[in-house]
């Protein structure tokens, strides 16, 4: 894919402003970030949640201790297995994660809480993922600045807001969760490639049946990665039961233009979800001298559209909705906007459509005749 660069003062002064504010959103951000202590087992008592969400959790960070589930940034040659029950907190507002105020214990009344755990290993998670068979697996990949008891809460904030009938599953990588990091990230992304590219064979074969991927961010690296990785293992047969949805992905796109000629046509397209407006992908263009990211391209351009087309690939522009922070970059929080416009019947056509659309979430149409049906984010 090929796109016309914006000129150079127009991108120097957007990437000043975009670091401003992505430096003043992260150090806020951080103020409030949630330590391993959340990760303890609550006791509830008499208290009985109205909703609990079970998640199951691979990870290719170290155990902070054996037989425990905190985890490090330290990479493992081995992946860890995990569930958790997550309770939600009757004051939950959708696209929030209600943690406790520092220096406060988890209260399941007003927080996000674990309320139960356990250690697994593959054959466990396996058995888990065979024994719902008929909700089928929906792995979420998170990005860039993540730990793992973000990603955790974040997967069951999804999970609860959208209603999701799928079974979750978190996939996270050691990522340093600072700001600085951002190289360290990208390698520690890279560096878990084969373990999810095993991951998602190992799903599809348990249940012989379709698996869900949702990446965010440097998450779609690693999930185009994985992707590119069954391919050349010659396993088509795990590409054609992958369903792929990808926001804001951070991957330059000559690489991903690179990825897609491996890959190939998928059976389902991919989805990108995108934003021009993204300030956090400005950010990343500048750290990679000024490349075009994948997540910020510009659906109305019609060069995007035939590339999409060309490479099978669905590309919406969700820039309409409204955004949930400064950066631009996390619209895919509010999943229950994202869902109700993205579900929105316009036409009889249906998910395999091809191409650049735009959202016009105001009026709850797509500007294009197709319909990208509820099934993206298993809505019934």
Known sequence: MRFLPFGPHRRSRAAFVALCLLSATGLSACAGRPGPETLGTVALGDYKPARVETLYTVTTRDRAKPGENVFTTTKTREPNYASFGVSIPPNHKPANIEWPKPGRKVNPKTDFAV????????PGLLQAIRAREAAPPVVFVHGYNYNFQESLFRLAQLKTDSNLDGTPVLFSWPSL???????ADKESATYSRDALADLLADMVRARNGEVDVFAHSMGGWLTVEALRQLRLQGKGDVLDRLRVIMAAPDIDEDVFTAQLDVIGRMRIPITILVSPDD?????????????????ALDARNPEVAEAAKRYGVTVIDISSLESVDAT?????????????????????????DAGAFVLDAAAQTVSSPFSLAARVLRQQ
């Open 177 to 183: 969760a600072a700001l600085p990091a951002y190289v």
């Open 279 to 295: 300030r956090a992908l400005q950010v990343s263009s500048i750290l990679g001298a000024g490349t075009q990211r994948v997540g």
């Open 328 to 352: 631009n970059h996390n619209r895919f929080f509010d999943v229950k906007q994202l869902a109700a416009t993205l579900g929105t019947p316009t036409s009889s056509a249906t998910l395999g």
């Open 115 to 122: 309320v139960s755990q356990s250690v697994l290993d593959r």
